[in-house]
Nanobody, 124 residues
Framework: QVQLVESGGGLVQGGDSLRLSCATS????????MGWFRQGPGKEREFVAV????????IYADSVRGRFTISRDNTKNTVYLQMNSLKPEDTAVYFC?????????????????WGQGTQVTVSS
């Protein structure tokens, strides 16, 4: 059974930092491209960041580039999203997703497995 479990969300003030984690099980983690997506209130789910399975390639949405950092630990089957300089517009439910093999992708349809999400709320 494949499981992706996000954690680390919460309520913070603008300018603060949070680190999200996504622990996986039931997959050969090192063979998967891992992505983070988010869905803000009243908005469609959107791409945030992706890390290729060897961690040599990362891609970020323009809205978070320079503030967020995606990383992975293949020994712990976990992907992280370090979020700095948070803004109210970063408020959303954050989801991690897994894509077997293939290049890093920002397309939601390329991902086979999804977590349930963790809420991040940034107050002004």
């Amino acid at each position: 059974q494949v499981q992706l479990v996000e954690s680390g969300g919460g309520l913070v003030q603008g300018g603060d930092s949070l680190r999200l984690s996504c622990a996986t099980s039931g997959i050969i983690f090192a063979h998967y491209v891992m992505g983070w997506f988010r869905q803000g209130p009243g908005k469609e789910r959107e791409f945030v960041a992706v890390i290729e399975w060897t961690a040599r390639q990362t891609i970020y949405a323009d809205s978070v580039r320079g503030r967020f950092t995606i990383s992975r630990d293949n020994t712990k089957n976990t992907v992280y999203l370090q979020m700095n300089s948070l803004k109210p517009e970063d408020t959303a439910v954050y989801f991690c997703a897994a894509r077997p093999w293939g290049p890093a992708s920002s397309s939601q349809g390329d991902y086979h497995y999804w977590g349930q999400g963790t809420q991040v709320t940034v107050s002004s």
